[in-house]
């Protein structure tokens, strides 16, 4: 059973900074590819960044491209975005999902598996 825990959400001013964390746990995710994907209120779910876990491969949407950046830890089985000069326009719930195989995809219904999501607020 695949388990995906975000952490790290939170309110922020405007150029400020968070870093997310999604925890894996339940396979060995190295034939997997890992994608952040947020939603704001009010409007539909969004990719935001994909990673490869085995040769970490990254694809970023356009509208984060150069402000964010995935990562991965191994050893902790955890994928992180670090997310910088953040926007009013980037407040949303973040989830993080895997799939398999490890070939990108910014589709969210090519991922299997989600997390419970996390709330970031960006104040003006």
């Known amino acids: 059973q695949v388990q995906l825990v975000e952490s790290g959400g939170g309110l922020v001013q405007a150029g400020g900074s968070l870093r997310l964390s999604c925890a894996a746990s339940?396979?060995?995710?190295?034939?997997?590819?890992m994608g952040w994907f947020r939603q704001a209120p009010g409007k539909e779910r969004e990719f935001v960044s994909t990673?490869?876990?085995?040769?970490?491969?990254?694809y970023y949407a356009t509208a984060v491209k150069g402000r964010f950046t995935i990562s991965r830890d191994n050893a902790k089985n955890t994928v992180y975005l670090q997310m910088n000069s953040l926007k009013p326009e980037d407040t949303a719930v973040y989830y993080c999902?895997?799939?398999?195989?490890?070939?990108?995809?910014?589709?969210?219904?090519?991922?299997?598996?989600w997390g419970q999501g996390t709330q970031v607020t960006v104040s003006s």
């Open positions: 990673m490869s876990w085995s040769d970490g491969s990254t």
């Open positions: 339940g396979r060995t995710f190295s034939s997997y590819a």
């Open positions: 999902a895997a799939r398999t195989p490890r070939l990108l995809s910014l589709r969210g219904t090519d991922y299997r598996y």
